[in-house]
């Protein structure tokens, strides 16, 4: 019997899940990745295939999961994660959030397990608290587009805290804020994939509105930094995880021209409804119960992120459409 603590990580196929992955088998984990590849690419995971402290399984964790044997740990990272994706599968992304974090939460008792669950910024909606503390309950449209996400991840963290006081279940919660890096989707439509899609294919940018709304963007390797320490840490609370350095959406388009050397230009479309205004994190309580803070600068994490982008097969960047979901999407 190997001595390696087990850990499930669910949306193992995905940007941060595959990071997560890595992470934990470079810590001495032995790793069960889960995906059912929606959203999530074998790509992100193929160079761990080989490996013995690694396995996976393609599965819908909205349906009944089954881990053989012990298991020590468990990430629930499997969800679709932006505004497009949520769009386009929106009864899967309320599914995984809420039956999805059920199974999960079911299997960390039996297994006597302790479970992290990857939360978001969006849990504060369009905040009216600016930076955003813990402490805050957030400005959430329910029936709107983002509201299948945003209340998923609400119900989420209810009922995760619901087994922590009724089962007694060690739980861990991550508010997890805009995090960037190597294999994010080209196609996903956030602001990061979409500049850097467009200034490789040549097209202008699009900012969305005025561009003066604001985000904060995380590094992955801090993230998944802070999602390591928190797991590890005896605190059961929701915690901010997420860069503080806050940008408008226009000049962080504009630092992307200047990182790819082109010459596009940024045009302007209609700002999405419910679209944030604002968001950066009060990371304090992070700091004082993890003794985390993000190192990497913007300027050092997006040109690795170019990078990564700029060496995959140029018929990568024109992959636009969401096919791959129609073959697997039951309603
Ligand atoms: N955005 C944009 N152009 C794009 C994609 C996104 O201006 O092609 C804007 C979007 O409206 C939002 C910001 O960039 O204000 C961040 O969007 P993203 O989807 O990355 O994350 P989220 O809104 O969930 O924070």
Same mark, same amino acid.
């Given at each position: &019997?190997?001595?390696?603590?087990?850990?499930?990580?669910?949306?193992?196929?995905?940007?941060?899940?595959?990071?997560?992955?890595?992470?934990?088998?470079?810590?001495?984990?032995?790793?069960?990745? &889960?995906?059912? #590849?929606?959203?999530?690419? &074998?790509?992100?995971?193929?160079?761990?295939?080989?490996?013995?402290?690694?396995?996976? *399984?393609?599965?819908?964790?909205?349906?009944?999961?089954?881990?053989?044997?012990?298991?020590?740990?468990?990430?629930?990272?499997?969800?679709? !994660?932006?505004?497009?994706?949520?769009?386009?599968?929106?009864?899967?992304?309320?599914?995984?959030?809420?039956?999805?974090?059920?199974?999960?939460?079911?299997?960390?008792?039996?297994?006597?397990?302790?479970?992290?669950?990857?939360?978001?910024?969006?849990?504060?909606?369009?905040?009216?608290?600016?930076?955003?503390?813990?402490?805050?309950?957030?400005?959430?449209?329910?029936?709107?587009?983002?509201?299948?996400?945003?209340?998923?991840?609400?119900?989420?963290?209810?009922?995760? &805290? !619901?087994?922590?006081?009724?089962?007694?279940?060690?739980?861990?919660?991550?508010?997890?804020?805009?995090?960037?890096?190597?294999? /994010?989707?080209?196609?996903?439509?956030?602001?990061?994939?979409?500049?850097?899609?467009?200034? #490789?294919?040549?097209?202008?940018?699009?900012?969305?509105?005025?561009?003066?709304?604001?985000?904060?963007?995380?590094?992955?390797?801090?993230?998944?930094?802070?999602? *390591?320490?928190?797991?590890?840490?005896?605190?059961?609370?929701?915690?901010?995880?997420?860069?503080?350095?806050?940008?408008?959406?226009?000049?962080?388009?504009?630092?992307?021209?200047?990182?790819?050397?082109?010459?596009?230009?940024?045009?302007?479309?209609?700002?999405?409804?419910?679209?944030?205004?604002?968001?950066?994190?009060?990371?304090?309580?992070?700091?004082?119960?993890?003794?985390?803070?993000?190192?990497?600068?913007?300027?050092?994490?997006?040109?690795?992120?170019?990078?990564?982008?700029?060496?995959?097969?140029?018929?990568?960047?024109?992959? /636009?459409?969401?096919?791959?979901?129609?073959?697997?999407?039951?309603?």
């Amino acid at each position: &019997m190997s001595a390696r603590k087990k850990i499930l990580i669910t949306g193992s196929a995905g940007f941060l899940g595959s990071h997560l992955c890595d992470r934990f088998i470079n810590e001495g984990f032995h790793v069960i990745g &889960m995906d059912n #590849l929606i959203t999530g690419r &074998m790509a992100n995971i193929e160079h761990l295939l080989p490996k013995e402290e690694f396995e996976f *399984y393609r599965q819908d964790v909205s349906k009944f999961i089954h881990i053989p044997g012990e298991l020590h740990y468990i990430l629930h990272f499997a969800s679709p !994660a932006s505004p497009i994706d949520y769009l386009k599968i929106p009864i899967q992304t309320l599914k995984v959030g809420s039956l999805g974090v059920h199974h999960c939460l079911g299997l960390a008792k039996e297994k006597k397990a302790r479970i992290l669950i990857a939360s978001t910024s969006e849990v504060y909606g369009d905040p009216e608290v600016h930076p955003q503390t813990e402490s805050y309950w957030g400005h959430v449209n329910p029936v709107g587009p983002r509201g299948v996400y945003d209340e998923a991840k609400r119900f989420q963290e209810a009922m995760t &805290m !619901a087994y922590h006081t009724y089962h007694g279940l060690e739980i861990r919660i991550a508010r997890i804020f805009n995090t960037y890096g190597p294999r /994010m989707r080209l196609n996903d439509g956030r602001a990061l994939p979409a500049f850097i899609g467009q200034a #490789l294919r040549g097209e202008d940018l699009t900012v969305f509105g005025d561009g003066s709304q604001t985000r904060s963007f995380c590094y992955v390797d801090d993230l998944v930094e802070g999602i *390591y320490r928190l797991l590890l840490s005896d605190y059961s609370q929701p915690v901010n995880l997420g860069n503080p350095e806050e940008i408008t959406i226009l000049d962080f388009a504009n630092e992307i021209v200047k990182l790819t050397n082109t010459e596009q230009r940024i045009t302007f479309k209609d700002l999405p409804q419910d679209d944030p205004r604002q968001r950066r994190p009060d990371i304090s309580l992070a700091q004082e119960v993890l003794g985390w803070k993000p190192i990497v600068g913007r300027e050092e994490g997006l040109s690795k992120t170019y990078d990564y982008f700029k060496a995959l097969p140029e018929t990568e960047w024109y992959q /636009m459409d969401h096919k791959q979901f129609d073959q697997f999407i039951t309603k």
